[in-house]
Nanobody, 122 residues
Framework: VQLQASGGGLMQTGGSLRLSCAAS????????MGWFRQAPGKEREGVSC????????YHAESVEGRFTISRDIASNTVYLQMNSLKPEDTAVYYC????????????????WGQGTLVTVSS
């Protein structure tokens, strides 16, 4: 199982970025997929996830209405569309896969990709 996250970068407040997480070695349809982030000096927190059983999505309150998670089965890739970015969104973003049905708790996920850094300037 491998997860490869990409798409991070430097963006101004109000801008948009799309993160990608390419999965290999397993079928996305059998796993819940989540995006998490960790800012300097803070704990890792759940941002968005998509259910293992259907396409139901869940978002942290801090990103509700701004971030959207989606998955493309054909390419075995999960995306995080981030709009209206704020400086407080600055963090290393991680994608993860888990056999849980759906969760925003990092501990619920078994497989993790490397992080991609998102920096939002004010």
């Amino acid at each position: 199982v491998q997860l490869q996250a990409s798409g991070g970068g430097l963006m101004q407040t109000g801008g948009s970025l799309r993160l990608s997480c390419a999965a290999s070695g397993f079928d996305l349809r059998g796993y819940a997929m989540g995006w998490f982030r960790q800012a300097p000096g803070k704990e890792r927190e759940g941002v968005s996830c998509i259910s293992r059983s259907d396409d139901t999505t869940y978002h942290a309150e801090s990103v509700e209405g701004r971030f959207t998670i989606s998955r493309d089965i054909a390419s075995n890739t999960v995306y995080l569309q981030m709009n209206s970015l704020k400086p407080e969104d600055t963090a290393v973003y991680y994608c993860a896969a888990g056999t849980v049905v759906a969760s925003l708790m990092p501990g619920a996920y078994e497989y993790w990709g490397q992080g991609t850094l998102v920096t939002v300037s004010s």
